[in-house]
Nanobody
Framework: QVQLVESGGELVQPGGSLRLSCAAS????????LGWFRQAPGKQRVLVAT???????SYGDSVKGRFTISRDNAKKTVSLEMNSLNPEDAAVYYC?????????WGQGTQVTVSS
């Protein structure tokens, strides 16, 4: 069984930065793609960024150039560095671990962007 626990969400001012972290436990190995998704109130959950075990990254169009995803396979962690935050980035951010057959989600961490 895989468990994902996010941390780091908080209130930040527009233009600010924030770092989210996700710690995985269980059989999460480099074969899993790790990623971050977000869901704003009344909207669908959307992709923010993903990273493969070999470090190949992919980003949603709205965060390209502002967010950076990274992972530590040995520590089973994935992080999301977020810069130049704006109110449209406010959402619950979910950590995800996916393989060919399995998909796991964390409980989410709230990011609020407001002055």
């Amino acid at each position: 069984q895989v468990q994902l626990v996010e941390s780091g969400g908080e209130l930040v001012q527009p233009g600010g930065s924030l770092r989210l972290s996700c710690a995985a436990s269980g059989n999460v190995h480099s074969g899993y793609v790790l990623g971050w998704f977000r869901q704003a109130p009344g909207k669908q959950r959307v992709l923010v960024a993903t990273i493969t075990g070999s470090g190949i990254t992919s980003y949603g169009d709205s965060v390209k150039g502002r967010f950076t995803i990274s992972r530590d396979n040995a520590k089973k962690t994935v992080s999301l560095e977020m810069n130049s935050l704006n109110p449209e980035d406010a959402a619950v951010y979910y950590c995800n671990a996916s393989s060919t057959f399995y998909h796991f989600w964390g409980q989410g961490t709230q990011v609020t962007v407001s002055s």
